[in-house]
């Protein structure tokens, strides 16, 4: 007789009612899941956090700032797992704010365009530096040294 495997039924994600909607310029909507107990009722809280992934700050940042814990931030995490993704593009905007600034300092400040080079295009334009060794540092004196009172 063979035996029949029993298979486990996989659990259907909780199907949460929409509390309310986020719209921003750099993600479109965002979708608040309403649950019994949570923080994120307060809409304010979530804008916060919203405002500190936009600048980028670290996870301890982004509670202080948002006034909650680290076990409240990771249950909305688990929550809304789809804003994983929606906050890290948001965690870029101060690198792209950053690099649009130097590009347009490019044409107007030459030291900027300099530096740009300097970085992007090193092997031409970095400054070379020569370093001349006339005799042995010291340590390398006192090592060899060494080995020669022990002969």
Known sequence: MSEKKKKKKKKKPKEFKIAYTIEDKFFGELKIKKTANAWWKDREKVVKLIQGFKMDC??????????????????????????????????????????????????????????????????????????????????????FEDEDDEK
């Open 58 to 143: 670290k996870p301890g940042e982004l509670r202080i700032l948002a006034g909650i814990s680290k076990d409240q931030y990771d249950y909305f995490m688990q929550v809304h797992p789809e804003f994983s993704a929606i906050f890290e593009d948001l965690r870029n905007n101060p690198v792209l704010k950053a690099r649009a600034t130097v590009i347009t300092g490019i044409g107007t400040d030459p030291n900027i365009a300099f530096k740009y080079l300097e970085r992007k295009a090193s092997d031409e334009f970095k400054e070379k530096k020569e370093v001349e060794v006339t005799e042995k540092p010291r340590l390398v004196l006192d090592v």
